[in-house]
């Protein structure tokens, strides 16, 4: 694999249990890429994600990940831990074995990672009992505190009101940009929010029943001419969407 290549699949199918959730999947993700993942409930977007991650394998073909670079992954709903946010966060950059940090200065780590997601004022908080917005602010914590190449992120903003999607959305896009800690961070992320995708996507990616159906710059995914030329079945989706 090339060094600039952070993800390969070569024809990678997954089945789980009964349901054949990925089928055919054939792509290749570069450093720096911001790629978002489209599609309608059970299109495969989690499933995807979770291969890239290395959390499921492949039932067909090879997912082939980069091996020296760091990955990290934000769920859908953040798994909290009970204790304070600074710890969550500090666990997080502790239990990670290649940054060889003391507890305290994971508890530093963790103190400017809070920091720069605005929780410093509810550092002490138990982590579970902050609102869904502030916890999925320190998921991105605890993600960004190992300091990723490469982070895949289910939803994040899914369950939000409209100010935290906001908020959170600005978060990642600064992290996109490597504003921060200053090397490129891949973006995979899956999004039902089409805005969103056009905000911060370099690359979108459309699954219908666990196959790739479109795989486009984003602005040719968001121009309805070329997209309907490339798969009508993308163009209907994202018109479906648009009502
Ligand atoms: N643990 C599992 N066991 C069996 N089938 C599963 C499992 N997880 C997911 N599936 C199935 O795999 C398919 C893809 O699911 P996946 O969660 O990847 O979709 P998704 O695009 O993330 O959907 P959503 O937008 O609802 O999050 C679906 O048909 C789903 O029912
Ligand atoms: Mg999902």
Same mark, same amino acid.
């Given at each position: 694999m090339m060094s600039s290549i952070v993800v390969q699949l070569d024809g990678v199918g997954v089945r789980l249990g009964a349901v054949q959730?990925?089928?055919?999947v054939q792509l290749q993700i570069d450093a720096g890429e911001r790629v978002a993942l489209v599609g309608s409930?059970?299109?495969g977007k989690s499933t995807l994600l979770r291969v890239m991650h290395g959390l499921l394998p492949a039932s067909q073909g090879q997912a082939l990940r980069h091996a020296s670079l760091r990955q990290a992954m934000l769920f859908q709903k953040p798994h909290l831990l009970r204790t304070s946010a600074l710890n969550n966060v500090a666990l997080g950059a502790w239990l990670d /074995?290649?940054?060889?940090?003391s507890w305290t200065d994971a508890k530093a780590r963790a103190a400017q990672a809070l920091q720069r997601v605005g929780l410093s004022a509810v550092a002490?908080?138990?982590? /579970?009992?902050?609102?869904g917005g502030q916890q999925q602010r320190l998921a991105l914590a605890r993600a960004w505190v190992r300091q990723p190449d490469v982070l895949l992120l289910d939803?994040?903003?899914?369950?939000?009101d409209p100010h935290a999607k906001r908020e959170v959305e600005a978060l990642i896009a600064e992290f996109a940009q490597g504003q921060g800690q200053g090397q490129p961070l891949t973006l995979i992320w899956a999004s039902h929010n089409l805005g969103q995708v056009k905000r911060l996507a370099s690359r979108v990616i459309y699954l219908e029943s666990g196959r790739v159906q479109a795989d486009l710059p984003v602005d040719v995914f968001f121009n309805a001419a070329e997209l309907s030329v490339h798969s009508p079945a993308a163009h209907a989706f994202v018109q479906g969407e648009r009502l």
């Amino acid at each position: 694999m090339m060094s600039s290549i952070v993800v390969q699949l070569d024809g990678v199918g997954v089945r789980l249990g009964a349901v054949q959730a990925l089928s055919g999947v054939q792509l290749q993700i570069d450093a720096g890429e911001r790629v978002a993942l489209v599609g309608s409930n059970g299109s495969g977007k989690s499933t995807l994600l979770r291969v890239m991650h290395g959390l499921l394998p492949a039932s067909q073909g090879q997912a082939l990940r980069h091996a020296s670079l760091r990955q990290a992954m934000l769920f859908q709903k953040p798994h909290l831990l009970r204790t304070s946010a600074l710890n969550n966060v500090a666990l997080g950059a502790w239990l990670d /074995r290649w940054q060889g940090l003391s507890w305290t200065d994971a508890k530093a780590r963790a103190a400017q990672a809070l920091q720069r997601v605005g929780l410093s004022a509810v550092a002490a908080q138990g982590g /579970r009992q902050l609102s869904g917005g502030q916890q999925q602010r320190l998921a991105l914590a605890r993600a960004w505190v190992r300091q990723p190449d490469v982070l895949l992120l289910d939803e994040p903003t899914a369950s939000l009101d409209p100010h935290a999607k906001r908020e959170v959305e600005a978060l990642i896009a600064e992290f996109a940009q490597g504003q921060g800690q200053g090397q490129p961070l891949t973006l995979i992320w899956a999004s039902h929010n089409l805005g969103q995708v056009k905000r911060l996507a370099s690359r979108v990616i459309y699954l219908e029943s666990g196959r790739v159906q479109a795989d486009l710059p984003v602005d040719v995914f968001f121009n309805a001419a070329e997209l309907s030329v490339h798969s009508p079945a993308a163009h209907a989706f994202v018109q479906g969407e648009r009502l």
